[in-house]
C-alpha cells in the first residue's frame, strides 16, 4: 500500500482523534514530509483532514468523501482490488468484462456514483442516478456450481441489510429474491450474475451487484417508480458510504459461506403468507406464498391447493392473504 492508502487508514479508525505527525511517520515508517505529501493529496481528493501546530492531523468527522482508499481501509481483506468511478453504464457489466479480460482477483470491488445502464433482474433497467444512491458489484470466485448461485442472491440481501443496519441503523425487510425494502417501498435491489464452465458445470465467478437508493432524487422518481420506490434515509441525513459499502461487502465474504440460506433471510421476508403474482415464461399466476425452504426456494400454493417450489422467477405483492 502507498504511504497515502497507509494513512488514510489510520486516521479511518481513529476519525476524529487528533495524531501527530511523528507519530504517524514512526508508525508507517516514513518521513514527516512524506505524511504531510499524503495528506495534500488526501485534501485535493476531497478528505476534510485538519492540522494544528503541534498536535497533528485529524480527519474529521463530517468527511464523507466515497473513494478506493476509503473502502478499502475498513474491508477485512484490504489487498483486494478497489476502483471507485464517477459514472459507468453498468458496475456488473465493467466487473464481467474485469473478470474475464483481466483475470480479476476474488473480492473485487467496483462502485460508481451513477449508472447510465444499470441492470435489473429479467432485463429490466434499474434507475441509478448521481447523488441519491450507492451502486457496486463485489466478483467472487467460490468453488460451487450453478446449482449453488441461488443462496449466493440470498447471501446477498443478507449482507445488504446487515450493512444498512450497521452504519445506517435503518432495519429493512426483504423480497423474495433480491429486493430489499422499507415500508412497503423497493429501496434496493440485487443482480447476481454467473459465468460458468459448460462442461463441467462449476462457477468461474459471479459478480453480485448492488444498488441502493439511500435519498430520493431531487424531483422524486420518474414515472411509475414514484408509486413503487423509496428510499433508506431522510433529505440531509448523513452516511459514511465507504464504511456503508465495506460493511456490506464484508458481511457478503461471511454470507458466502453458508451451506444454507441465513435465518435473517427468512426472519426478514416478507413474502411467506402473502398473495403473490409469479411471472415467468410469459406467464402470470396468482398464488399463496408459503414458506421459504434452508435452500432459498419459495414454496407456492396455487388456487386449487398444490404446491409449486420456485427456485428462481419473479414475483410481486397482492395484497395480504
Known sequence: ????????????????????????????????????KAVKALREEGYAISSTTNRGY?????SNVLSADGIRARLFHSNVPVTVLEETASTNRLAKQMGIGENAPDGTVIVARCQTAGSGRR????????????????????????????LLTTAAAVAALRGVEEVCRVSL?????????????????????AVTDFESGAIEFVVVGIGLNLYEPAGGFPGELSQKA????????????????????????????????????????????????????????????????????????????????????????????
Open 1 to 36: 500500500m502507498s504511504v497515502k492508502s497507509e494513512l488514510l487508514a489510520v486516521l479511518t479508525a481513529q476519525k476524529g482523534v487528533c495524531i501527530s505527525g511523528e507519530r504517524l511517520g514512526e508508525q508507517l515508517h516514513c518521513t514527516r514530509a512524506a505524511i504531510w
Open 123 to 150: 432485463g429490466r433497467s434499474f434507475y441509478s442516478p448521481a447523488g441519491s444512491g450507492i451502486y457496486f458489484t463485489v466478483l467472487l470466485r467460490p468453488r460451487k456450481n450453478v446449482q449453488d448461485s441461488l
Open 58 to 62: 485529524v480527519l474529521t468527522e463530517s
Open 230 to 321: 423509496g428510499a433508506i434515509l431522510q433529505p440531509g441525513a448523513a452516511v459514511d458510504q465507504n464504511a456503508l459499502v465495506a460493511s456490506i461487502v464484508n458481511a457478503l465474504h461471511e454470507e458466502a459461506q453458508r451451506e444454507e440460506i441465513s435465518p435473517l433471510y427468512r426472519e426478514r421476508n416478507i413474502v411467506p403468507g402473502r398473495r403473490v403474482t409469479v411471472i415467468g415464461n410469459g406467464q402470470e399466476s396468482d398464488m399463496l406464498a408459503k414458506e421459504i425452504l434452508p435452500d432459498g426456494r419459495l414454496v407456492l400454493l396455487d388456487e386449487e391447493g398444490r404446491e409449486k417450489r420456485l427456485a428462481f422467477g419473479d414475483v410481486s405483492l397482492t395484497v395480504r392473504f
Open 173 to 193: 425487510s426483504i423480497k423474495w429474491m433480491n429486493d430489499l425494502y422499507l415500508e412497503e417501498k423497493k429501496v434496493g435491489g440485487i443482480l447476481t450474475e
